[in-house]
């Protein structure tokens, strides 16, 4: 199996070793690609990681701002699955701090809101992957999702949701690269 990352930004290589170490624990070859762009996509997963979605946007929305969601809508239709985290999944959102942006999730989503003396916090939290289990959550400068219009919630902390599936997209506020808990990865790689 071959899964793209999006290498414009943010903790590739962790996701990469959080493949590897998934791939391995389910017996299945894992050929992880850096894509610095979306152009001649041929991967069976795609993830993009958190970093600042900002910088994000710019780089993906450079030349032609539907571009980048078109190339998304296209390969989720294909059934291809798509995994953002913090940042990724900002740019996965419909609607982010009121504007609306025509993402994959139908989730209304704000960013950096869980205030300065929180810009970064550990928790373990109830994740919902087929059955519950625990899993420890690192939220860095993290978005909180306000309303989920569609799809299911995997996880919610303090009332607010913190991760969520919309058939093959899944985004998380939180950053699962940063453990070292597969589970979320062999989930994904089971989409496949
Ligand atoms: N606060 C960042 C943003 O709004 C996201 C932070 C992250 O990806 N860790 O883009």
Partial sequence: MKVGIF??????????????????ELGMAIKVVELRDFENFN????????????????????????????????????????????????LL????????????????????????????FEEDIDLNLNGTTKFHAIFIRAPVIEKVNKGEILADFEGKVVAVKDENVIGLTFHPELTNNTKIYKYFLNLI
């Fill in 43 to 90: 991967c069976d997963a795609l993830i993009i990681p958190g970093g600042e979605s900002t910088a994000m946007r710019r780089l993906t929305h450079d030349k032609d701002s539907n571009k980048f969601l078109n190339f998304l809508k296209k390969i989720s239709g294909e059934g291809i699955p798509i995994m953002g985290t913090c940042a990724g999944l900002i």
């Fill in 93 to 120: 959102a419909k609607n982010v701090d009121g504007k609306f942006y025509d993402g994959l999730l139908d989730i209304e989503v704000k960013r950096n809101d869980y205030g300065r003396q929180r810009e970064s």
């Fill in 7 to 24: 290498a414009l930004q943010g903790d590739v290589s962790e996701h990469k070793k959080m493949l590897h170490n998934a791939g391995k």
